[in-house]
């Protein structure tokens, strides 16, 4: 698995210390979600979370949603995800419309 990551970020424009400054996330199967380099926490319910990027904010909305681990950069969230997005991508799709 490493030497695969490796490939990708060998064959990326963006230097390796780049990369790990990034935001990724995983979804897994609608159930669960696993956020790395999130920088905090603006906004917790039930049914939205919206997390502070180092250069945007990342939504994630569904139904009973929960924080299930927790750590410096990265978060682990569970419930019922129906949308995760970009805020800053979908003002400036708004403003296109």
Not at 23 to 31: Q, V
Not at 61 to 82: F, P, T
Not at 87 to 93: F, Q
Request: overall charge negative; proline content about 1%.
């Amino acid at each position: 698995m490493l030497d695969y990551i490796g490939e990708i970020i060998s064959s990326a424009t963006l230097p390796i210390d780049d990369i790990n400054k990034v935001t990724s996330f995983t979804a897994i199967g609608g159930k669960a979600i696993v956020i790395n380099n999130y920088k905090k926490i603006l906004t917790y319910s039930k049914d939205r979370i919206v997390l502070k990027l180092s250069n945007d904010e990342l939504v994630v909305e569904g139904r009973e949603l929960s924080i299930r681990q927790l750590s410096k950069s990265d978060i682990s969230l569970s419930g019922n995800i129906v949308h995760i997005y970009y805020a800053g991508a979908l003002r400036e799709y708004e403003k296109m419309e």
